[in-house]
């Protein structure tokens, strides 16, 4: 079992930055994939970056990428999210969750999730 608890999010203005993390615990927490999704009111969760356990590969949606960036400190089990030049199209709950493997893209394939937290980015 791995618990996942996120932090860090809030209200920021446009072109602002956020950094998100996800504290991990239980068994063997630092030996998954890590991932991070987000879901907007009215909206299907859709996935936004993952990780790889050993930090060396970084997967990223295409409207994130080039101002998102995903790593993970496994020595504090913590995955974190930095997240610049912020719009108001990125405001949604962020949830952190563990083991997605090769699949990585879709959220069925993690087993564990956090309760997420809100990043709301004003115009």
């Known amino acids: 079992q791995v618990q996942l608890v996120e932090s860090g999010g809030g209200l920021v203005q446009a072109g602002g930055s956020l950094r998100l993390s996800c504290a991990a615990s239980?068994?063997?927490?630092?030996?998954?994939?890590m991932g991070w999704f987000r879901q907007a009111p009215g909206k299907e969760r859709e996935f936004v970056a993952a990780?790889?356990?050993?930090?060396?590969?970084?997967y990223y949606a295409d409207s994130v990428k080039g101002r998102f960036t995903i790593s993970r400190d496994n020595a504090k089990n913590t995955v974190y999210l930095q997240m610049n030049s912020l719009k108001p199209e990125d405001t949604a709950v962020y949830y952190c969750?563990?083991?997605?493997?090769?699949?990585?893209?879709?959220?069925?394939?993690?087993?564990?999730w956090g309760q997420g937290t809100q990043v709301t980015v004003s115009s």
């Open positions: 969750a563990a083991g997605g493997g090769a699949s990585y893209l879709y959220s069925w394939a993690y087993g564990f």
């Open positions: 239980g068994r063997t927490s630092s030996s998954y994939a």
């Open positions: 990780i790889t356990w050993s930090g060396a590969n970084t």
